[in-house]
Each structure stands twice: as C-alpha cells, then as structure tokens.
C-alpha cells in the first residue's frame, strides 16, 4: 500500500473476537481500544482485575475482562479454560503483555521473571488456545517482540533461567529472542492448515510503563531524549495492530515503526536478527518451552526441516 498505515487503515472487526493480554495501560490497551472501536468483541487479559475494569470503562464497544497472570501456569490453564468457556471461536490472540528490565525475580513456577512472563506465558496460553483459533479462516496469532532481541540476546540453554549470573538486558535479550523464534516456529507448524497465521510485531520505543525498571544508569539519559526517541502508546500499537488487522499480511512476517532506526515512525515490515531465523534454535526452544510448560501443541505438527 502507499502511504502511511493509520488507524484508520483496520478494517470493520464486526464478528471477530480479540483476545489482548496485558491490555490494561499502555500499548495493550491502545491495541484493545482502537480493536473495539472497530467492533471486535474484546477481551481484556490482565493480572489485576480491578485495573481491567478501569480501563474496560474507557473503551467503547463489547469489551470483557478475564484474570490472567502470565507468570503463573496455574493463571494461565484457568484463564485459558473461562475463555474457551466463553468463546467458541477466537480470531486474534495479540501476546503483548510483557515485563522489562525486572531485577532478578521468579515465576510462581520457578521462571525467570522476564522468561517466564515474556515467552513461556504466552507460550502456553497460545497452546491452551489454539484449538479455538484454527478452525477460523484468517485467525492471527500476533506476538509482541522488541528491537531488545538484538541487544545481548542469545538463547541460553545452559543456564534459561539465568541461575548462575544475571543481567537484565541480557534475559530482556534473550526473551524477545524467544517471542520471535517462537513465532517462527508456530508459523511453519500452522502453515499446512491454510487457516491460522503467526506474525509478530514491535513498538519501537514508546513512552509506557514498561520502561520502569531501566537501569539507573540508563534511566536519566533517556529521561532527557525521550522526548525525541520515544512516540506515543497510540504510535506504538500500530505495528501490532497491522499484524493483527492488515489483510495483506502473511504468517511469518514482522512489523515494527517505519522511520530510521524502527524507533518511531508509521508501521512496515521489518526484518529480525539472523539469530532469531535459526531453525535448529527454534526448534529446541519449541521443544524445552514444552517441557518447561506442560503444554502441548497436538493440533500442529512440524514440517519437515530444509536439507
């Protein structure tokens, strides 16, 4: 298309349902808001209910709230259960919950924080709800990734949960890493379906709470250029929102802030590190997330590696 992919550009969502996770603030929200605007039924995936319901009160349209803690596998099985209760048939899975730059914390499972929550949550909360995706034509499963998967990320099967050392960045790395191979990986096992597609997308570097534990050396020097690095949630929720909504998007693809440097700008397609298309990596990952999880994806099968 020519121009600049607005919100404007997301089609009628009459019909569709939305399934948003962490959409309380920020980007989620932005993304559950301007979904419900165009009439998808949505719902609001959140840890704190009491937050939920704030925010499902700004937005106008059909919007629910469903209790979902990505960092507990307990929260997810059970959110996972009320929502295939509640919906027959889901068309977008957005995973964009996330928690940044968390000092050294676990999941209620034992996770690294920023692992657990960031990859293995939605991890399992995809699988748990696939079945509900697959059989609709044009269903998405849209995973929000960062420009963090090329700082220092690396996938670190010797030491996932960073037992050994820790460096925030460096598990911020390695999560946003994850967040892309999985997509990789769940797009060439959804492929042969023809219906559901794996996209993933990132905001660039926008003005929210997830920036809140930034290092202190960090944090004073972007507090002066951030208002010439940083856009808007509204900005920030577009690449996610064309993943979810553009019909010209194919399973597979990436989209992230047009201007130079994928910091701000309108969405397009991007491209991720060499690191994150290794398919020997996803599928290792793929395997371990299962085994960490207990969830398994039986309604896709992988496709045969390329020789």
């Not at 009628?12 to 993304?31: K, M, P, S, W, Y």
């Not at 928690?99 to 209620?108: D, E, I, L």
């Not at 390695?174 to 990986?185: G, H, R, S, V």
């Not at 793929?286 to 309604?299: D, I, K, P, Q, Y």
């Amino acid at each position: 298309m020519s121009g600049n992919w607005t919100e404007q550009h997301i089609p009628d969502q009459h019909g569709r349902v939305a399934i948003v996770t962490g959409a309380n603030t920020g980007l989620g929200f932005e993304t559950a808001r301007m979904l419900a605007e165009r009439g998808a039924a949505v719902v609001l995936a959140v840890r704190d209910v009491e937050k939920g319901k704030q925010a499902a009160a700004r937005i106008t349209g059909d919007v629910t709230v469903q209790a979902l803690d990505l960092a507990s596998l307990d929260s997810i099985r059970s959110a996972a259960a009320d929502l295939r209760a509640a919906h027959p048939r889901i068309d977008l899975l957005i995973n964009n919950a996330g928690v940044m730059y968390t000092p050294r914390q676990t999941t209620a499972d034992g996770f690294e924080l920023q692992f657990g929550t960031n990859h293995l949550g939605h991890f399992a909360l995809t699988g748990l709800l696939l079945d509900r995706l697959l059989p609709v034509p044009g269903s998405r499963v849209v995973t929000v990734s960062s420009a963090g998967h090329r700082i220092r990320a690396a996938i670190h099967f010797d030491d996932l949960q960073w037992e050994r050392s820790y460096s925030r960045v460096a598990a911020y790395g390695q999560a946003k890493l994850a967040n892309l191979m999985f997509t990789y990986e769940l797009q060439r096992r959804l492929a042969p379906h023809g219906t559901t597609v794996a996209v993933a997308a990132h905001p660039g570097l926008s003005n929210t709470e997830l920036a809140r534990n930034t290092p202190a050396a960090l944090r004073l020097p972007l507090t002066w250029l951030s208002p010439l690095l940083t856009q808007k949630a509204e900005m920030g929720a577009l690449p996610t929102l064309r993943a979810a909504t553009d019909p010209a998007v194919t399973g597979g693809q990436y989209y992230g802030p047009g201007n130079r440097g994928e910091l701000r700008g309108y969405p397009k397609l991007v491209t991720s590190s060499p690191d994150s298309h290794d398919q020997a990596v996803q599928q290792r990952l793929w395997t371990v997330s299962e085994e960490l999880t207990g969830v398994t994806f039986s309604a896709v099968t992988p496709q045969r590696r390329d020789s």
